[in-house]
Nanobody, 119 residues
Framework: QVQLVESGGGLVQAGGSLRLSCAPSRSIPNINSMGWYRQAPGKQRDLVATITKEGDTNYADSVKGRFTISSDNAKNIVYLQMNSLKPEDTAVYSC?????????????WGQGTQVTVSS
């Protein structure tokens, strides 16, 4: 069973930066896209950013201009560079990998990493 392992979370002051990484325990075939989601206490999980295998990116409006998603397709690693962090960015961040095989989607999720931004 493939596991996604996230790293890079932590505590940072407002205005600071963090870089999240997510790597699978073994190679995942036919990756269509990778992404990051976040869930704050008492709220639903929301999309932060996604990147397709072609390199097309999509961002939540709240992070545009501050966060950058990138990937190493050869290693199936996805990164999230977070700059100018705000207290409202505090959440558990989880990575996602979507694989398509014979038209069937397979979703993989990481366990989540805590990001806390102090004011």
């Amino acid at each position: 069973q493939v596991q996604l392992v996230e790293s890079g979370g932590g505590l940072v002051q407002a205005g600071g930066s963090l870089r999240l990484s997510c790597a699978p325990s073994r190679s995942i075939p036919n990756i269509n896209s990778m992404g990051w989601y976040r869930q704050a206490p008492g709220k639903q999980r929301d999309l932060v950013a996604t990147i397709t295998k072609e390199g097309d990116t999509n961002y939540a409006d709240s992070v545009k201009g501050r966060f950058t998603i990138s990937s190493d397709n050869a290693k199936n690693i996805v990164y999230l560079q977070m700059n100018s962090l705000k207290p409202e960015d505090t959440a558990v961040y989880s990575c996602n990998v979507l694989s398509l095989r014979w038209g069937i989607p397979y979703n993989y999720w990481g366990q989540g990493t805590q990001v806390t931004v102090s004011s």
